[in-house]
């Protein structure tokens, strides 16, 4: 399955980031620090996301 390109999410890219912080904080006893898209698809909405969501950094770019 390729991942997900947050470029083309609309909507759902709040969503999808709020489900897969919750996923990653159940395995891993923690929520994650920072994020990397992959294949450096962002939407223009995205780092606004990551803030509202706690995540500190970006290592996209």
Same mark, same amino acid.
């Given at each position: 399955?390729? $991942?997900?390109?947050?470029?083309? #999410?609309?909507?759902?890219?709040?969503?999808?980031? %709020?489900? %897969?912080?919750?996923? #990653?904080?159940?395995?891993? +006893?923690?929520? $994650?620090?920072?994020?990397?898209?992959?294949?450096?698809?962002? %939407?223009?909405?995205?780092? +606004?996301?990551?803030?509202?969501? +706690?995540?500190?950094?970006?290592? %996209?770019?």
């Amino acid at each position: 399955m390729p $991942p997900e390109n947050f470029a083309e #999410l609309g909507d759902k890219e709040q969503d999808t980031f %709020s489900r %897969s912080q919750e996923i #990653l904080e159940t395995i891993c +006893g923690k929520a $994650p620090a920072g994020f990397r898209a992959p294949g450096y698809s962002l %939407s223009v909405h995205t780092l +606004g996301h990551l803030a509202g969501l +706690g995540f500190e950094y970006d290592a %996209s770019f």
